[in-house]
């Protein structure tokens, strides 16, 4: 897909409630998940919990655009393994599969404890997906933003977050990349103006202290929004853990001239 600067500029608001998204177009989803808490083994207490909520489109769109929507979502969220099936379907493979881990992981230290009980093995996986926003393009083009959380603590002092947009073409439902999106003089241009705004990415200015680099290079993991493009940086991509998620946007009249 190829995204004229003229097309962009020219968008209407970014909708972000999900009641609208439902009604635009036609398009509706339709939530899946499944939530449990999972004893390591009879008798103890360490547990591991699991709950997981995924937005996916039920209507509004041709059968292949759906297809296609749907597994680039279940890889992203699970994994390629799980592609081809059902949402509920994956999403139950998914989980099934995550206990065993954690069992197959977790039992033979539990043994070693003696019947002991222990933080340490008692395991959380929060996922959760969903669309949040729409941009209708001057050519009746649709973007959809969908974004992915996900949580997990296998232990240790902190447990580990990760978010993951995803910008979908509503009528062929293929993921748009920023190859899709920017020109190939952006290689050259994009990183100096990642570093120019990533102060305002933080709070706190000093929060830029946090950086582990020197330069920032744009990614696939990116967001349109009426006000430009976002990108979006996980803990230890770009900054220390402390920093948390970090997303820099870069106004609109920043990118003309390397827009498609």
Same mark, same amino acid.
């Given at each position: 897909?190829?995204?004229?600067?003229?097309?962009?500029?020219?968008?209407?608001?970014?909708?972000?409630? =999900?009641?609208?998204?439902?009604?635009?177009?036609?398009?509706?989803?339709? /939530?899946?998940?499944?939530?449990?808490?999972?004893?390591?083994?009879?008798?103890?207490?360490?547990?591991?919990?699991?709950?997981?909520?995924?937005?996916?489109?039920?209507?509004?769109?041709?059968?292949?655009?759906? /297809?296609?929507?749907?597994?680039?979502?279940?890889?992203?969220?699970?994994? %390629?393994?799980?592609?081809?099936?059902?949402?509920? /379907?994956?999403?139950?493979?998914?989980?099934?599969?995550?206990i065993s881990t954690y069992r197959d992981e977790n039992l033979e230290l539990?043994?070693?404890?003696?019947? /002991? %009980?222990?933080?340490?093995?008692?395991?959380?996986?929060?996922?959760?997906?969903?669309?949040?926003?729409? =941009?209708?393009?001057?050519?009746?083009?649709?973007?959809?933003?969908? !974004?992915?959380?996900?949580?997990?603590?296998?232990?240790?002092?902190?447990?580990?977050?990760?978010? !993951? %947009?995803?910008?979908?073409? =509503?009528?062929?439902?293929?993921?748009?990349?920023?190859?899709?999106?920017?020109?190939?003089?952006?290689?050259?241009?994009?990183?100096?103006?990642?570093?120019?705004?990533?102060?305002?990415?933080?709070?706190?200015?000093?929060?830029?202290?946090?950086?582990?680099?020197?330069?920032?290079?744009?990614?696939?993991?990116?967001?349109? !929004?009426?006000?430009?493009?976002?990108?979006?940086?996980?803990?230890?991509?770009?900054?220390?853990?402390?920093?948390?998620?970090?997303?820099?946007?870069?106004?609109?009249?920043?990118?003309?001239?390397?827009?498609?």
């Amino acid at each position: 897909m190829k995204m004229k600067k003229q097309m962009i500029l020219s968008a209407v608001a970014l909708i972000s409630a =999900m009641a609208a998204i439902s009604c635009t177009g036609g398009f509706e989803s339709e /939530e899946y998940g499944f939530s449990g808490s999972i004893a390591l083994e009879e008798g103890r207490t360490d547990t591991l919990t699991v709950d997981i909520r995924m937005e996916y489109p039920a209507k509004g769109m041709s059968a292949q655009a759906m /297809e296609s929507l749907r597994d680039i979502i279940t890889a992203e969220a699970f994994g %390629n393994g799980y592609c081809g099936k059902a949402p509920q /379907e994956a999403i139950d493979a998914y989980a099934s599969d995550y206990i065993s881990t954690y069992r197959d992981e977790n039992l033979e230290l539990a043994e070693s404890l003696a019947g /002991e %009980n222990s933080m340490a093995l008692s395991w959380g996986k929060y996922i959760t997906g969903a669309f949040t926003g729409e =941009m209708n393009m001057a050519d009746g083009d649709r973007l959809m933003n969908y !974004t992915i959380t996900d949580y997990s603590y296998t232990g240790g002092a902190h447990g580990m977050n990760t978010e !993951t %947009n995803l910008v979908f073409d =509503m009528k062929t439902g293929d993921q748009v990349l920023s190859e899709d999106i920017f020109t190939e003089e952006s290689a050259d241009i994009l990183p100096g103006l990642l570093m120019k705004h990533v102060t305002s990415a933080f709070d706190d200015p000093s929060g830029a202290e946090y950086l582990l680099v020197s330069e920032i290079l744009p990614s696939d993991n990116l967001r349109i !929004t009426e006000d430009g493009i976002t990108f979006i940086y996980n803990p230890y991509e770009i900054a220390a853990y402390a920093a948390g998620t970090i997303r820099i946007t870069i106004p609109w009249d920043e990118l003309q001239d390397i827009l498609r």
